[in-house]
């Protein structure tokens, strides 16, 4: 069965697994078999079209899927499935809502 890792964020819905294994001989296969068996993972991965949200990132054997086959990408029994959340920065208000970004200062308090 493909092994899928699970990245930290996401670990609450394994119960703390870093990795679990999975049937399916496709990544959507793998995936669906990963919803089934641990619920949460499919609103937190695809969009409401059924499709990867572009912020989460999977790859088989160090390969982005979205340079292969996408989630027809074929898995075995050996295959390792990485899921990688995007994380990327903003600029905020104190309260968290969006907020116009400052310029970077150059300047070096000692």
Do not use: Y
């Amino acid at each position: 069965m493909p092994t899928i890792r699970i990245p930290t964020q996401l670990r609450t819905l394994t119960a703390g697994a870093g990795e679990v294994e999975v049937a399916g001989s496709t990544v959507g296969e793998a995936l669906a078999a990963l919803e089934a068996s641990h619920p949460g993972f499919g609103e937190r991965l695809f969009d409401g079209d059924g499709k990867l949200r572009r912020f989460v990132n999977v790859f088989v054997a160090d390969e982005d899927i979205r340079f292969l086959s996408g989630t027809d990408t074929p898995v075995d029994d050996a295959t390792t499935v990485s899921i990688i959340p995007a994380v990327a920065g903003g600029c905020a208000d104190a309260t968290g809502a969006p907020a116009a970004c400052r310029p970077f200062s150059h300047s070096i308090f000692i």
